[in-house]
């Protein structure tokens, strides 16, 4: 079956730790984006790549990191700046008719 | 900014009744409006899209209603049922550069109640 896989599901942070989600594609999609989302906030982009070894900042980009190494793969790093990182991440992909294909998610808490 | 304005914010509707939530845009070089669903834990799932060379797209009991001159679209869940309980968003790209990304309303959470 194609789509997303997020891992892990849920992820706990401590202070001052950086963290890495993973987020893996086998839909040969060229973009992949970053999104996070809080309660009655909606989805923020955090950063999108349109193709490998490319990738842009989003709105809220402060505090993370990405890399796009392979087109299946974009991971996220969220780094020690990142002061309020708890929240629900998403990744999702699209094809070039316009559909985005998201993941399950990670849900990352700070302890 | 918000580019796409969407209500209301929650939404409570009896089972078999009709539920509908309404988006607004700006960016007059939009042409693609999807409508996802999402439930709770889990990630957005594309519910229906429509562009705007036609005024209605339906499936199932899911409609859009598109209004260019308005440049307004809506969701109609006809005959709701508690299991289309679920946050609901609609989204609104172009096609080239900076338009490609879609641009999110905020959400619209609706309880169909039994």
């Known amino acids: 079956d194609g789509g997303i896989t997020q891992s892990p599901k849920y992820l706990f942070r401590k202070e001052g730790q950086n963290v890495t989600l993973s987020c893996e594609q086998n839909?040969?999609?060229?973009?992949m984006y970053w999104y996070r989302q809080d309660p009655g906030q909606g989805l923020r982009l955090i950063y999108y790549s349109q193709i490998v070894n490319d990738f842009q900042k989003g709105d809220i980009a402060e505090g993370y990191s990405v890399s796009r190494e392979k087109k299946e793969s974009f991971p996220l790093t969220v780094t020690s700046a990142q002061k309020n990182p708890t929240a629900f991440y998403l990744c999702?992909?699209?094809?070039?008719?316009?559909?985005?294909?998201f993941g399950s998610g990670t849900r990352l808490t700070v302890v | 900014q918000q580019q796409v304005k969407q209500s209301p914010q929650s939404l409570i509707v009896q089972k078999g009744g009709i539920s509908i939530i309404n988006c607004a845009y700006e960016n007059t070089a939009f042409d693609y409006f999807p409508w996802y669903q999402q439930f709770p834990g889990k990630g957005p799932a594309l519910l229906i899209a429509?562009?705007?060379d036609v005024s209605e797209k339906k499936e199932g009991r899911f409609t859009i209603s598109f209004n260019k001159s308005a440049k307004q679209f809506s969701l109609h869940i006809m005959d709701s049922q508690p299991g289309d309980s679920a946050t609901y968003f609609c989204a609104a790209s172009g096609n080239a550069g900076n338009n490609r990304k879609l641009i999110w309303g905020l959400g619209t959470s609706l309880a169909v109640n039994p």
């Open positions: 999702a992909s699209r094809s070039l008719v316009g559909g985005y294909t």
């Open positions: 839909l040969n999609h060229d973009a």
């Open positions: 429509i562009r705007p």
